[in-house]
Nanobody, 114 residues
Framework: VQLVESGGGLVQAGGSLRLSCAASGSIFSINGMGWYRQAPGKERELVAA???????YYADSVKGRFSISRDNAKNMLYLQMNSLKPEDTAMYYC?????????WGQGTQVTVSS
């Protein structure tokens, strides 16, 4: 299983970014998927998750601003991030719960300037 994130970058506060995660190596549609982030000096935290059935979860800090989605036909996971804040600055990781275990991408950096 390989997960590859893209879409990070530098954006001003109030701006938007869309992160993508391309999955390969196993059946994608049966897995729960999520986006995590880790800021310097802080623990990794779950930002948003989506089940195989499409149910979603969001951390309180991003509710109403972020939206997670998946395209099972394309083996893709997305995170639409709107109204970004400086405190959203972190490395963002795609993660998947597969029958063979949990897998992580290499991360994509998101930096929000004030």
């Amino acid at each position: 299983v390989q997960l590859v994130e893209s879409g990070g970058g530098l954006v001003q506060a109030g701006g938007s970014l869309r992160l993508s995660c391309a999955a390969s190596g196993s059946i994608f549609s049966i897995n729960g998927m999520g986006w995590y982030r880790q800021a310097p000096g802080k623990e990794r935290e779950l930002v948003a998750a989506i089940s195989s059935g499409g149910g979603t979860y969001y951390a309180d800090s991003v509710k109403g601003r972020f939206s997670i989605s998946r395209d099972n036909a394309k083996n893709m996971l997305y995170l639409q991030m709107n109204s970004l804040k400086p405190e959203d600055t972190a490395m963002y990781y795609c993660a998947g719960e597969y029958p063979t275990g949990d897998y992580w991408g290499q991360g994509t950096q998101v930096t929000v300037s004030s």
